[in-house]
Every structure is written in structure tokens, then in C-alpha cells.
């Protein structure tokens, strides 16, 4: 029962981050591998309780939906689909202990990639690419999308820089093509590791819930946090100790 209290606190304050800042990875992946779920069963079944938050914030942008590039709507959709089945399969076929060395080292960069984020946008945006050619669209999208079927963190920024990298100047586009490909790689390679007999499912349930009323609730007390800034430092933070511990564990 206590384990069950921690992840869904875990889960409803994940839920809250995301729908103001982002970062949720970072309460979730750690509170199951507490509980004593193995790593890679921890971040499957991580992936899987963070996609009804990621469904329903795209469905938010659904009318924000379209392309600035060469690579059309349609192509995106495929390369992320393509690229999210990829880094699922990478990691199904990771062996647990490859994993549980790399796990550190990918909470490493997606802490410094949150806490960057604002620098990396505008580094991203000072050397934009214009109207980016068609093939350096998919390999950008599809490298992303390949991370975040492997592992979730710090998917979100990698998306908004990416997105910026390749010239994209519409704030709404650009969040909601974000929402968007982070919600169909959560499916495809939710569905990949449920067919791998990865998940969890009592956890998972639990964290769902508990996310989708934190994003509920985030989301409607998010106009009154004035400072972002401070925010980001505290998810970082979050972030940073999180990482020291596995990198000591």
C-alpha cells in the first residue's frame, strides 16, 4: 500500500510538471525503480502511464497542427511512428544491465537538456536552417523520435529545438507537433512493450490516474505561476539529485 501512495503522489505531481513545465520523467522512472521494478520495466511502464497526458495535450493542439517545411504532416507522422518503434525495439532488445549502466548517463542529459532548455531553443533558433531540406527534416525527427522510444526524458525540448533547428518560427506549431509526436511514440512503443511483456500493469494504473489528474490540475493553475524560471531550476534540481543517486546506486 505504501508503494502504491508513492507512485501515485509520484504520478500527481509528474502530472503537474508536465502540464507547466515539463520534466514528469524524473518522479515517475525513479518512484518505479523504488518500488523495485527493474530499469527497463520501470521505463516502459513510465512511458505507458505518461500517455494519456500526452494524448489529451495534443488534442489541445490539434488545431495547431501542420508543417512549416518540406516534410508534410503525413511525413512527419510516419517518421515518428517509424523512429518511436525503432527506439522501442533498441530498447527490448537492450539487455537489463546494458540498460541499468546507461540509465545514469540518460538522466545525465536529460537533466542538462530541461535545465538548458530556454539556451538550447535560442542556440536552435540563431542558427536555423530555413526552409530545411526534406531529408535533414526525417533524420532530424526520426533521431528525436528514436531517443524517445528508447528513453522519455527530456523528449519534449529535444522536440521544441529540433523543430527550431530546422526553422520552424510558430510557437503553437511547434508545442503542438511536440504533443503530438510524444503522444504517437508513446503508443507505438507502449503497444512494443506491452508485446514484450514489459509492463507492470498495477503501477501503471496507478500512475496514469494519479498523472492525468496532476496535468488536470496543472493545467488549470498553471497562469498563476509567474516565475517559470524558478520552475525549471526546481525540476532541474529534481533532476540532478535523481541522477546522482542512480550514478551512486
Do not use: C
Amino acid at each position: 500500500m505504501f508503494d502504491m501512495v508513492v507512485l501515485a503522489v509520484a504520478g500527481f505531481v509528474a502530472g503537474i510538471l508536465n502540464a507547466v513545465a515539463g520534466g514528469g520523467t524524473f518522479l515517475t522512472f525513479p518512484a518505479l525503480v523504488w518500488v523495485g521494478l527493474p530499469p527497463v520495466a520501470a521505463n516502459a511502464t513510465s512511458t505507458l502511464a505518461a500517455m494519456p497526458g500526452y494524448a489529451s495535450a495534443a488534442w489541445a493542439f490539434r488545431h495547431d497542427l501542420r508543417s512549416e517545411g518540406p516534410l508534410r504532416l503525413p511525413g512527419i507522422i510516419a517518421t515518428a511512428t517509424l523512429g518511436g518503434v525503432a527506439g522501442a525495439i533498441l530498447l527490448i532488445v537492450t539487455p537489463s544491465d546494458v540498460f541499468t549502466g546507461v540509465v545514469p548517463w540518460l538522466l545525465l542529459l536529460a537533466t542538462v537538456l530541461f535545465g538548458g532548455g530556454p539556451l538550447l531553443l535560442k542556440l536552435a533558433q540563431s542558427r536555423g536552417l530555413g526552409q530545411a531540406g526534406l531529408l535533414a527534416s526525417v533524420f532530424t525527427i526520426a533521431l528525436v523520435a528514436i531517443y524517445g522510444g528508447y528513453f522519455n526524458g527530456g523528449l519534449g525540448i529535444m522536440l521544441l529545438a529540433a523543430f527550431s533547428l530546422l526553422g520552424y518560427q510558430n510557437l503553437h506549431t511547434m508545442n503542438g507537433l511536440k504533443n503530438m509526436i510524444s503522444s504517437i511514440i508513446s503508443v507505438v512503443s507502449s503497444i512494443a512493450f506491452v508485446s514484450a511483456g514489459l509492463i507492470v500493469w498495477k503501477p501503471a494504473l496507478v500512475i496514469a490516474v494519479a498523472i492525468t489528474i496532476g496535468g488536470y490540475v496543472g493545467a488549470s493553475q498553471s497562469r498563476r505561476i509567474k516565475n517559470q524560471a524558478l520552475l525549471r531550476w526546481f525540476v532541474t534540481a529534481v533532476g540532478a539529485v535523481t541522477t546522482l543517486i542512480f550514478f551512486l546506486s
